[in-house]
Structure formats: structure tokens, C-alpha cells
């Protein structure tokens, strides 16, 4: 698929997203969300991907929401397929076998702060604006943001920002615990790019499993979801991985995964 909307590299096993729609703030439109779909999709499949960054292009937005342009006048049809698009990027970056960061560089509201949720981790320069104010378009968050923010930071505070529309900037969003880490601007990505290289190195089986235990093992009981975690790590030791992780620890050497 040919981008417009988007910038996509992968170097040394790193995938970057990088949102690029400067005059609208890197607003996700519909056209967009589809080439985030895209490229989603070759990150999950091709096994030189070995980590995925999320990033908005230039230095004002990470994503400043849901083009509010393109969605005034939406009709329900169309809303619907927007919603279903939305939904199943969310749950494609959240689930595929491969860590995710998002390098949030500026705003990041509404669906911009719904996409930093659905990446493993997020890491902020201080400049950073986080929030949902939906509401003060009449609308609430629509692809997951009344869900992945209360599990992220707790109910009651995800109802402060999403009842209010307020927005938060990177050290609070950290304080609440809806960010990992914040750097200076000027080292969110070489920091981002440091750290995914070096989830990359390790064992590609075993990170799968460990999003696999702990995404489909949240939502059900503690005892279904400590059976879940025992059959990924039997798993882990049916690898080469495990051997040599383990070999490598006894004989002193870095390990050298292949994800086998
Ligand atoms: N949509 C469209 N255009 C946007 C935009 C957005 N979300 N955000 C900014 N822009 C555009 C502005 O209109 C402006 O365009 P021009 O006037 O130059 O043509 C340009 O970007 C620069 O913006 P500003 O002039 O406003 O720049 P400032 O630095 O003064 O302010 C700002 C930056 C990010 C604080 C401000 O632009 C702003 O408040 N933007 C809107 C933020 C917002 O409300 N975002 C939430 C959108 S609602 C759904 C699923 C999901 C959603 C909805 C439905 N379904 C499944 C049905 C999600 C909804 C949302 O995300």
C-alpha cells in the first residue's frame, strides 16, 4: 500500500509509524487509520520486525485526535465502519507478538491518546499533552478509551479526564502511571529507538508469550489466567530460546536468540 499519511521505515529490526499530517495536527482520518492498519499488519508478519514504534512526524502532535473535520458530518454508516477500523488497529498493535512504543513528541488527545494506549508502553517528551476531551465535542472516546484508561490508570482518574475533557501534560500523565517514561524532546527518540532495540534482542517466542499471558489473562479470574501463564511458559520451553538464555547465564556470554 502506498502512504500518504504516514511515514514507515524499518531499520535494524525497528519499525517506525510516524503520523505526518502537519496541517491538521497528524489528525487521524479515516485514510489514515487505514494505512496505520497496513502497516500495522507487515509489522505483525514480517519476521525482520522485531519492535514497533508509534511517533507523530514534526514537533507540535503525536495525533491530535480524530479529524473532527472529516467526522461532523459522518453518517451512522460510516461512523461504524470508522469505529470498527479504529477498534481492530487498537487490538492489532495491543495483541501482535512484537512490543510496541509510542514516542509521544505533542499532543496526543482523543484518538491519539486511544493509539499511545494500545502500544505496550509509552514513552513522552516533556512537551507532551495527553487527554480525552471528547466531551466537550458531545461525544465520549470510541476506540477504547473508557476502557484501556481506567485499566491503565484506575477509575476514578480516568473518569476525572474523561468527564472533564482536560488535558494533562507528560509529567502528570506519568505520575497517574499512563506514561513509562518522559525525556527531554530532543532524546524521546534516540531513548525510544535505545530501548526497542533493546526488547528486539531479546527472545521474540518469549515476549509473544508474555503479551499473550498477560493481554488475554487480565479479563478473566486470577486462576484461569495462572493456567494461561503456565501453558505459555511450558511453551517457552519447547524453544532453542530457553535453552540458550539459560546456557548463556551458566556460561557467563550474552545470548544470541533467534526467536525459535
Ligand atoms: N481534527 C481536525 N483538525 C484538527 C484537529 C483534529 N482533531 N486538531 C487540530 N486540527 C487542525 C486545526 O483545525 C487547525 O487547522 P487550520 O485552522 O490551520 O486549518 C490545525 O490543525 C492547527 O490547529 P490549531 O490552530 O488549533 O493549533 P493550536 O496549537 O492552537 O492547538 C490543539 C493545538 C491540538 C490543542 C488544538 O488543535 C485542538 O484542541 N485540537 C483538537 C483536539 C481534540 O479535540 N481532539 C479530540 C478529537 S475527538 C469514534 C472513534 C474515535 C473518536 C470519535 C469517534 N468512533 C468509533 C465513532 C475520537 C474522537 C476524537 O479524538
Same mark, same amino acid.
Given at each position: 500500500?502506498?502512504?500518504?499519511?504516514?511515514?514507515?521505515?524499518? #531499520? /535494524?529490526?525497528?519499525?517506525?509509524?510516524?503520523? =505526518? *499530517?502537519?496541517?491538521?495536527?497528524?489528525?487521524?482520518?479515516?485514510?489514515?487509520?487505514? #494505512?496505520?492498519?497496513? &502497516? $500495522?499488519?507487515?509489522?505483525?508478519?514480517?519476521?525482520? %520486525?522485531?519492535?514497533?514504534?508509534?511517533?507523530?512526524?514534526?514537533?507540535?502532535?503525536?495525533?491530535?485526535?480524530?479529524?473532527?473535520?472529516?467526522?461532523?458530518?459522518?453518517?451512522?454508516?460510516?461512523?461504524?465502519?470508522?469505529?470498527?477500523?479504529?477498534?481492530?488497529?487498537? *487490538?492489532?498493535?495491543?495483541?501482535?507478538?512484537?512490543?510496541?512504543?509510542?514516542?509521544? =513528541?505533542?499532543?496526543?488527545?482523543?484518538?491519539?491518546?486511544?493509539?499511545?494506549?494500545?502500544?505496550?508502553?509509552?514513552?513522552?517528551?516533556?512537551?507532551? %499533552?495527553?487527554?480525552?476531551?471528547?466531551?466537550?465535542?458531545?461525544?465520549?472516546?470510541?476506540?477504547?478509551?473508557?476502557?484501556?484508561?481506567?485499566?491503565? %490508570?484506575?477509575?476514578?482518574? $480516568?473518569? /476525572?479526564?474523561?468527564?472533564?475533557?482536560?488535558?494533562?501534560? &507528560?509529567?502528570?500523565?506519568? #505520575?497517574?502511571?499512563? %506514561? =513509562?517514561?518522559?525525556?527531554?524532546?530532543?532524546?524521546?527518540?534516540?531513548?525510544?529507538?535505545?530501548?526497542?532495540?533493546?526488547?528486539? &534482542?531479546?527472545?521474540?517466542?518469549?515476549?509473544?508469550?508474555?503479551?499473550? $499471558?498477560? =493481554?488475554?489473562?487480565?479479563?478473566?479470574?486470577?486462576?484461569?489466567?495462572? *493456567?494461561?501463564?503456565?501453558?505459555?511458559?511450558?511453551?517457552?520451553?519447547?524453544?532453542?530460546?530457553?535453552?540458550?538464555?539459560?546456557?548463556?547465564?551458566?556460561?557467563?556470554?550474552?545470548?544470541?536468540?533467534?526467536?525459535?
Amino acid at each position: 500500500m502506498e502512504y500518504k499519511n504516514i511515514l514507515f521505515s524499518v #531499520e /535494524e529490526g525497528i519499525a517506525t509509524i510516524a503520523f =505526518n *499530517r502537519p496541517k491538521a495536527m497528524n489528525a487521524m482520518n479515516g485514510e489514515t487509520m487505514e #494505512e496505520l492498519y497496513d &502497516a $500495522a499488519s507487515v509489522c505483525k508478519k514480517d519476521s525482520a %520486525v522485531k519492535a514497533l514504534i508509534l511517533t507523530g512526524a514534526g514537533e507540535k502532535a503525536f495525533v491530535a485526535g480524530a479529524d473532527i473535520a472529516q467526522m461532523q458530518n459522518m453518517k451512522p454508516a460510516e461512523i461504524l465502519s470508522f469505529m470498527e477500523l479504529g477498534h481492530e488497529t487498537m *487490538r492489532l498493535i495491543e495483541t501482535m507478538p512484537k512490543p510496541s512504543i509510542a514516542a509521544v =513528541n505533542g499532543y496526543a488527545l482523543g484518538g491519539g491518546t486511544e493509539i499511545t494506549m494500545a502500544c505496550d508502553m509509552r514513552f513522552a517528551s516533556e512537551k507532551a %499533552v495527553f487527554g480525552q476531551p471528547e466531551i466537550l465535542l458531545g461525544i465520549i472516546p470510541g476506540w477504547g478509551g473508557t476502557q484501556r484508561l481506567a485499566r491503565l %490508570v484506575g477509575m476514578g482518574r $480516568a473518569k /476525572e479526564l474523561i468527564l472533564s475533557g482536560e488535558q494533562i501534560n &507528560a509529567q502528570r500523565a506519568f #505520575e497517574i502511571g499512563l %506514561v =513509562n517514561r518522559v525525556y527531554p524532546p530532543e532524546a524521546l527518540m534516540d531513548e525510544t529507538r535505545k530501548f526497542a532495540r533493546k526488547l528486539a &534482542a531479546l527472545s521474540g517466542f518469549a515476549t509473544k508469550m508474555a503479551k499473550h $499471558a498477560i =493481554n488475554y489473562g487480565y479479563d478473566i479470574s486470577i486462576d484461569s489466567a495462572n *493456567r494461561l501463564e503456565m501453558q505459555c511458559i511450558a511453551q517457552c520451553f519447547s524453544t532453542d530460546d530457553q535453552k540458550e538464555g539459560m546456557s548463556a547465564f551458566l556460561e557467563k556470554r550474552k545470548p544470541a536468540f533467534t526467536g525459535r
